[in-house]
C-alpha cells in the first residue's frame, strides 16, 4: 500500500473509531447478520499463534483467548482503535500492534493463523500484503479474510471509496475491489491454496458481493 494511501486510511479510521468507542461482541464475517462461518472457520486454534490484520477495538481477537491461543498480535492504522484494544483487553497472550499492515506484516513471528473480517487485508494492495504474510505464516498456516467482491461491470484493483460517518459526513478510504474468481487467482498466484470460498445466499450480502476465503499456506512452499 502506497504510504499515501495508509495515511488516508490511518485518518479516517480514526475518525471513525473516535466517534465509536466500542463494538458489537457478536463476531461475523458477514457484511450484514446472516446465517454463515463462525469462529471455526479459523480451525483448531488451541496452542497458536495468531494475527489479525485490521483488529478494531480489539473484540474479535480478544475472543480468541477462550480458544486456547497462545499469541495473539492484533494490527490497526488508528490510535484510537489500538488504545481502546490495550485499554479494554489486558491480558499476557495479547499484543497490540500500531501500523500500517502492510509494512509492519514482516515483523510478525511465524504463524498459525492470520485473518482480517473486513480489515486490513482488503485495504492493502494484495501484491504487497500477500507475499510479506505468506513468509510469515508456517507452511500449513492458515489466512482466512472477508471482504466484499468487485460488483459486476466495475473495474478490478485499487478504489477510493467513501464510508459514511454520521448524517451528511462521508469519508475518503481506498480499498482493492476483485472478483471472486480475482481474489482466487491473486493469492494463487502468491503461493496459496484455496482452501475455502463461502458466498453468503441472502439477499443483501449477495448484493453487496460478501465473501470469505480460507486459503493455506502448502507445507514446501
Not at 497472550?93 to 485473518?115: K, M, N, Q, S
Not at 482480517?116 to 504474510?133: C, E, K, N, R, Y
Request: aromatic content about 8%.
Amino acid at each position: 500500500m502506497p504510504h499515501s494511501d495508509a495515511t488516508i486510511n490511518a485518518r479516517t479510521w480514526d475518525q471513525i473509531a473516535s466517534t465509536m468507542r466500542t463494538e458489537a461482541d457478536a463476531v461475523s464475517w458477514l457484511f450484514r447478520t446472516a446465517p454463515g462461518p463462525g469462529l471455526e472457520i479459523l480451525g483448531d486454534l488451541d496452542g497458536t499463534t495468531v494475527a489479525e490484520l485490521g483488529c478494531g477495538h480489539g473484540t474479535r481477537l480478544a475472543r480468541l483467548t477462550q480458544l486456547g491461543i497462545h499469541r495473539g498480535i492484533g494490527i490497526d492504522v488508528s490510535p484510537t482503535r489500538i488504545h481502546t484494544a490495550m485499554t479494554k483487553h489486558q491480558d499476557d497472550r495479547l499484543e497490540w500492534w500500531l501500523g500500517d499492515a502492510c509494512t509492519i506484516t514482516a515483523r510478525l513471528p511465524e504463524l498459525d493463523v492470520a485473518y482480517s473480517m473486513f480489515g486490513a487485508l482488503w485495504f492493502a494492495d494484495p501484491h504487497q500484503i500477500l507475499p510479506a504474510l505468506h513468509t510469515r505464516l508456517r507452511p500449513g498456516g492458515r489466512l482466512v479474510f472477508s471482504c466484499l467482491a468487485r460488483q459486476p461491470g466495475t473495474p478490478e484493483g485499487r478504489r477510493a471509496h467513501l464510508v459514511r460517518n454520521g448524517p451528511g459526513r462521508q469519508l475518503l478510504t481506498v480499498r482493492w475491489m476483485y472478483s471472486i474468481d480475482g481474489w482466487v487467482r491473486i493469492l494463487t498466484d502468491h503461493g496459496y491454496r484455496i482452501d475455502h470460498v463461502h458466498q453468503p445466499n441472502d439477499k443483501i450480502n449477495r448484493h453487496w458481493g460478501s465473501a470469505i476465503f480460507r486459503a493455506i499456506r502448502p507445507a514446501g512452499r
